[in-house]
């Protein structure tokens, strides 16, 4: 099964956060400021171009869908690239949205405050990741915000909870605290220093993403009685919530099906 995308057609991509997943199947996609105004938890990836009231999207007729195209290249370009074909996405029709000087990708638009279940037209998952483990995939972006990887990991823990996961929480607080040290460390540091605090910075933000990705994948184990893969976790969450949105399977490449 395809999706016939238009010129207008939308992309919102999540990573594989499956708890903000869920949450968008309850209230759809909300900006900062609408989640506060609707006392919807949110938990930011980046402090990055975007205002409160703002949330970016992958426009369709902006995508290179050139056959030669460089996948690694474009990854720094496009956000299709990094984040569309790198996670789960949500497709969006029927949206008013804004081009603008302040985004940070070539194929990137903005929309203002929220987008409502009922414009979500179909979820992508790459053909990449469908049959992977949830242990097998990662959970948190590259961001240098120790604040926004705590909050998000704080969620994802929160969310294991509810499924009857504890996972170890010594293990987690070292982490945080060395992930929060070497952070501060940045504000008064040698060029040079600085060059081995961002390897530090990074060696613990894989560690503590591989650290959520084993609970993931003990969580929903224990639950379920097997090993679950992304798309297993889409389908029963999907149909948990009662929703009748499609899922679809991209390609791992640039072709897409336009109208």
Not at 222 to 230: A, E, K, L, P, Q
Request: aromatic content about 14%; overall charge neutral; proline content about 2%.
């Amino acid at each position: 099964m395809e999706y016939k995308y238009n010129s207008d057609t939308l992309m919102h991509g999540i990573g594989f956060n499956f708890s903000r997943f869920e949450s968008i199947l309850k209230y759809g996609i909300l900006s900062y400021s609408e989640s506060v105004s609707e006392n919807v938890k949110l938990c930011r990836n980046f402090y990055g171009h975007n205002k409160d009231d703002e949330i970016s999207f992958v426009r369709e007729l902006y995508i290179d869908t050139e056959n030669d195209v460089n996948i690694t290249y474009w990854y720094k370009l496009s956000a299709y690239y990094n984040f569309i074909l790198n996670g789960i996405s949500f497709i969006v029709e029927d949206v008013p949205f804004n081009d603008s000087d302040n985004v940070n990708k070539l194929d990137e638009v903005i929309v203002k405050d929220k987008v409502g279940v009922d414009k979500i037209r179909g979820i992508q998952i790459p053909s990449k990741y469908q049959d992977m483990l949830l242990s097998d995939v990662s959970y948190l972006f590259s961001s240098k915000s120790c604040i926004n990887i705590k909050n998000i990991c704080d969620d994802y823990i929160e969310f294991m909870k509810g499924y009857g996961h504890y996972p170890d929480m010594v293990s987690y607080k070292k982490l945080i605290s060395l992930l929060s040290s070497t952070s501060k460390a940045f504000s008064n540091c040698t060029l040079e220093e600085e060059k081995l605090l961002v390897e530090n910075f990074n060696a613990i933000l894989k560690t503590l993403d591989k650290y959520i990705a084993i609970n993931m994948g003990m969580c929903f184990k224990r639950y379920f009685g097997f090993d679950v893969t992304v798309y297993q976790m889409l389908v029963y969450l999907v149909n948990k919530n009662k929703v009748d949105i499609p899922i679809y399977i991209i390609p791992y490449n640039k072709k897409r099906i336009r109208v």
